[in-house]
């Protein structure tokens, strides 16, 4: 990581007592705007010492729930409610989420892969950056909120990385269950550098993780599961000290968590054609290894017979694709399987 | 309507018996063709003689189970199973099917408020005027399959315009409730004239439409009562003599079919912000005047308040937003109420 | 004029007494909302009987002032200062407006050159019919507020189209006074059918225009101009009948209108080359015929000299070209010469 | 075609005496330029009286040859040569011709599929009535220059409509054969009410075509028959009265032309994949029905195995494909056989 | 800076004698030419030995009053003017120059904040480069033409940086007089590393800058600043020996220069949303702290009243708005104050 | 180079004996696949130990010879053929060649000058760096194909790097002399650092490349000389040890390889206006210095006469425009002359 300091600024004071909603000022000279900023929203809870949590959303543009959680979050959060701090970015790559998409339209960057930044570098690199050296280092705990977007439709889940020790493992594990969601899946993001996981990991920092719904809509249901969750992880993280107002959307059942794990390569199928893709299985299903998971019609070659993709490995369903429309090396589904841990 | 002679063709002849799969071949000079075409896929199943029955999808291209549904509909419809014939197109607005969005990339043009079409036009107006002035006038029984597509997710629906006599009401009523969704919906379009309905309305013909699911992508629920539904209209419109094969998906089980109706602009709530839009109910709820619909969160305006929308009328929801992502003007949601008639 | 009856509703009752806001809604099927509507604001201020006055600005979306004026006066104009009916369009274009660009980005159509506009046509044409066969025949006395937009800077003007009889000229012409810019222009556009103008004059109706400044910038003189001039007007139209606010702006003190016409094409000077147009003037100024009015700087091809734009006529220069860079056909400046009559 | 008259006005007095170069203006509002018009390049060169010559190139804007050719005739062509009056226009469709593409980027209308116009239509259409309404009514004899632009690669070719009488056609071919290539076809674009050809066939003219090469590019031996061509042509046509200046560019010798045809709708070959599309021929052989056209690669599916297209019927092989890269619809190749009659 | 050598070559001696006017050659493959360059346009005057200034305009390419000066330079300096070099760039990023544009269209990257650059970057990164390591170590004296652009307009200004030594800082400043404008402003870039003045101050070169105008328009009051105080400034930098020719445009009279500064981040004020920005002042007004600078109005929320912007801090206003659409974080507007020191 | 590992991982086993076609996995998380891939084909064929031979095309998407050689080698080179291990990428820039153009529209990097990559960085990065650290280690000797492209028309020609030491430059000719084309040329790529041939050139590497024809399209000829040289280089490389099956398209006559290089930058000759580019020259002529290499046709400046070029030095004509569009710095033409070492 660059040691060259930030351009951004901010007009919140990270250190003051009460609620304050403030922006990060990223300076971005672009045609529209010369000497124009981006103008990052966040804000601070403070009440007296205690531990600080950082929590996110947004990190992908068109992954809603976690930003309405947040949004709600700010509104609803009060200094008396909690011993400590609370720093909440509800829409953490501004610009994506203001484009409702996936990465930024002023770089193309994926603010997920541009992990720890660069502070010379494009917005999606400096916000990484700034999140990296001047929010990371505050924070004792640690929860980014996703859904799977307009790509992909998925389980409600924790998403648990790989920490370095067996005790931040098993915090980590606490943490999922204390948020709620009847899945956990544990992974490695196939070796990934990029991400905010990876930046903690190598901090050894205790995060959390989330997929909420997806298909780049709202599920109400992942929305109770991320409102009432959010609550439940401040008070596992330390810092709620009150009780929580009631929640606005009944909070739904869901009986203990399903811990499991991407075992590799081998759980992931991809599109091998330009094609509409129908799915041959529901989300949740359990299916075996070489079942068809699904076919690709080509409407282009109207002759030509749907070709079938299969599944590598045998497990539980944990992702779809969002849109009818798949290209080769989209991803079409994905299969976790129960730790063996 | 232009009198005008279309300038497609196609290698098909619609008059020979047996199964034939081929292309209607739109003259289109692009500039990445200068003399090429663009290939609509037609298949033409034909014994002896009965009635003619048109089934069209990709009417809007980011609506796919209709496509599928129809694809799949080629290769298992014989001419054994039928007497009389059923023209089928798979994907009448191919250039949209093939970019996965509900209007065409080479003109903007949505087909479905194309009708009756021009002859001399866009690929678009084109394609509606050779629907209008050579299938249509073959037909004695029409089927367009819609879904929501990306913008909109609606409950499984037969779409029933008001034809104008009482007769045919009846026996366009009957074809929903064969089609076999737990809802049908009657509605005038708000006085289109420039849909398929309308051409069709006009030209008093037995039409039916359908709403499957949504938000771009593909549900494998609405592909079971879609797969189901299309054999069963094929009997109840008069050309189905023998067993249709197993159907690949299981049939979902669906008790009689509530009729509803959209009133008229009251039922529909549009956004009226730039902003995330979370909804404050789930498809197929009951609601009532005046409750709240759904919030709108500002997170370009951290400070404000989300600003709600109400249900101008009471009903069912038959309809919410697909994208999280909303603008003034677009759609959040449609209620419909049981038809008093 | 189709005689087919608009798809645009309103939720306006434009015979109620009081100060009314709403939208006119223009059904539009698009990618992003398949039953979404464009949701064009408009107000209505009646008060008992007496003419109709309709005020438009946003017929281009890069003039500002206008719809600044417009939407200011929607909040400070009351029942009680009006016998009679007043209807404002801030954003008649509201795609364009939104956009900030001249013309639509839903179907790239200029407004003003969509007149009298088709109902089945693009959103544009569909506002223009609107206008055409609702609005217009509503009204007793119009005014229509432009700027230069992006690509022209102008003199605060009133623009007069020649109506088909003395009398009516005298009214225009009394209506420019009243409105109170330095400069009046008169012309008749060069025999376009598509304009407003046009429809108002073929309809022998009352209609006054406006530039106000340009760049696509917000001049406030421009905008003082015009918060005080729109009160006069409804003055001198006959619906105001009592004192207006006091103007935010300071009222610009300025001498009687000068009255200039536009004689033909030889008042323009395009542009010839793709280039960087120094202008040899300022706006205001009286040039005489065949004096340069400025040179086209090539920086791609350094060796080459500046090329010259010439005069082709005298007179005093009432418009003069935005951006920097220009191409051939691109206006570079226009000259207005007193009138005769 | 309408009865309106052309907004389009040009500086050039088309009987005045002598060589004259200006623009046709056609006012074209935009954003870049309010009051901006397109100005299209016109030259007429008049010594007394005589028939009158109309010759066009850029009706498609990657078709160079012809642009080129009548560039270089405005400078070489003077009054002493002729008797008559020759009107060229090098580049029409001058929107499409500074883009480099078939269709103008203003309108994306291919101005050869928009006659005969309209005159309040997009600038392609503009221009098309323009052509019809004004231009073609002066001419004796009309002679469009084409080659195959980007998406096609052509033998040197007169390409001659299928008029109404004996006599013309004989006419025209007489002037295919002066023109000097080595190939001619006859054929009747397959019903187009839309082109150039189309609305001079209408009116019983006498006019030419060309094709000269393709592939967007340049070829210096098709611009050798051009230049050759258009005096012969000339001459051919009665204006021609001086023997012409030497030509730039080596006369390429040619035997006799080869008078074939297009039979129909089966000597087209259309790709039917997403691929790369080697052929197996050379422009100019002779091929057989049923003979390898050449195989479509998938390299997006590389286990999938080469697809061929095949010949549909015999003959000479007049075009081929430009790019490599090929879609559904698009034209692989083109057979045209002897004329029988 | 990296180390390596620049691939940017040129057909320009910068030690001979004489004017030469020539070409900087960065090789660029792009898909329109594999092997083609980017040409950008450079004149050296030489004439014996004494200090060489380098003048540059065009570093952002929509801001034309410095283009249009260098360009008019290199036709009017002559060797006998001066005795030294004079090195100059009047588009030194020349594809944002030919665009009109601040920003390159072949990277996105602003060249201002590109430096030091990168050999092995892209093409804006490369320029960057190459200024910093071949024409900055060549150069005593330094003058970079800027305007406000499209998105800003500013009174015309002497921009100062804050250079390390007080005696540099006066021989700046003392430039700043030279160059003739009414203001100057001192200021820091707010840390900015990525500026040309950035590498500037590092390298403890003298180095000057100007804002003229801007809007994205050309100003000719700020031309006669411009073209005047460029001869003033070869004056002050110690090439000048001859007298200038007369300027084209008469001087404008303005006294001594005010010296100010921006104190910081509360010296701007920028949009807080998606509206219509109308100013509540005039350029060069004084105003005081908490003053209304402007209401954004909301066309798509027109029940919204418009919402107001405040000065955080009273002072000079240097800087508005260019376009009236204005978005979160684009800047309003700027305030400077004297100098205190 | 980057020592960090790449993430690209392969269902090849590159040490397993037999035929094997697959896919490299670049993770690519973009709006339309989270977590996708971008599946670049590979094949690699092994028999025993021997030498290990590196085949590559696609490196530009817009040359297709080579794809179309490679994609033919993989179904009919078979492990009888071979002693050692054959590794062929026929499509090294998936995402460019799937778009049929020199970029990857993924990132607008040009792969060849994105050696030798970057692991963490843009996808034409990552693939760079995992050709430079995996495959290009494992390569006894390489031959990346090429042709011209869209921009460049070329001679079939073997491009021959200048290596360090002269008995691998003697390996280097040899090879260039077995792959079979007319004409050879020698050049250092004015200093490239980031290209293939650099890395290679770098590392003491046996490598040679190829430019087969251009233009954007297919040549039957060259592709001809493809499928036969490759055959002659895989048993010059020393890896073939059977005969090769029957050419598919008759092997092109050839005398013995002409030696030539390119001198230096007087050698390109590239365009200084915006025109149609018309060549005095056929590719293959012999020029002299000085000689007009052609004309730019300006058709927007329709008076402005044609603005020739000039060759800069004699020699053989090897390159030359592709489309007919030119734009200042564009390559017009390119000469050789003949190695005199």
């Known amino acids: 990581m660059s040691t060259q300091k930030s351009y951004i600024s901010t007009d919140i004071d990270f250190d003051r007592e009460g609620k304050h909603i403030g922006r990060l000022r990223l300076p971005y000279s672009r045609n529209t705007s010369g000497w124009g900023i981006i103008p990052i929203p966040i804000a601070v809870v403070r009440n007296g010492s205690g531990p600080t ?5 947004g990190n992908h543009g ?24 609370v720093i909440i970015l509800p829409a953490m790559n501004y610009p994506a989420a203001m484009a409702g998409r996936r990465v930024s339209p002023f770089d193309g960057v994926n603010l997920n892969r541009a992990f720890p930044g660069d502070p010379d570098g494009t917005p999606s690199q400096q ?21 799977g977007g307009y790509s992909m439709r998925m389980l409600p889940t924790a998403i648990i990385y790989r920490p370095s020790t067996p005790e931040l493992l098993e915090r980590v594990i606490g943490a999922a269950r204390a948020w709620g969601c009847p899945l956990g899946i544990l992974f490695d993001d196939l070796g990934e550098r990029r991400t905010f996981d990876a930046i903690c990991r190598d901090a050894g920092l205790l995060k959390l993780g989330t997929e909420l719904a997806g298909g780049g809509t709202v599920s109400v ?18 810092v709620l000290v009150a009780s929580p107002p009631a929640p606005r959307h009944p909070c739904p059942r869901s009986g203990p968590m399903r811990l499991t794990e991407i075992t590799g390569p081998e759980a992931y199928v991809y599109a091998t054609g330009h094609a509409i893709f129908e799915p041959a299985f529901r989300l949740g299903d359990e299916v075996a290894a070489g079942q068809v998971a699904g076919w690709q019609h080509y409407l282009d070659e109207i002759e030509r017979d749907p070709v079938p993709l299969h599944f590598h490995k045998g497990g539980l369903v944990a992702c779809t694709r969002g849109p009818g429309w798949i290209e080769p090396g989209d991803l079409a ?3 976790v399987t129960d730790t063996t841990g």
């Open 62 to 85: 068109d992954e809603y729930e976690g930003q309405i959680t947040l949004n709600t979050l700010i509104r609803t959060l009060e200094p008396r409610h909690i011993k400590g701090r």
């Open 127 to 147: 916000i990484a950056h700034y999140v990296s050296s001047v929010l990371v280092p505050m924070a004792d705990a640690i929860m980014d909120l996703h859904s």
């Open 333 to 335: 589904t994905l299969v």
């Open 221 to 238: 249901e992942a929305l109770a599961f991320a409102e009432t969750g959010i609550w439940n992880l401040l008070k596992y993280f330390g």
């Open 53 to 57: 949590v950082l929590l996110t959303a």
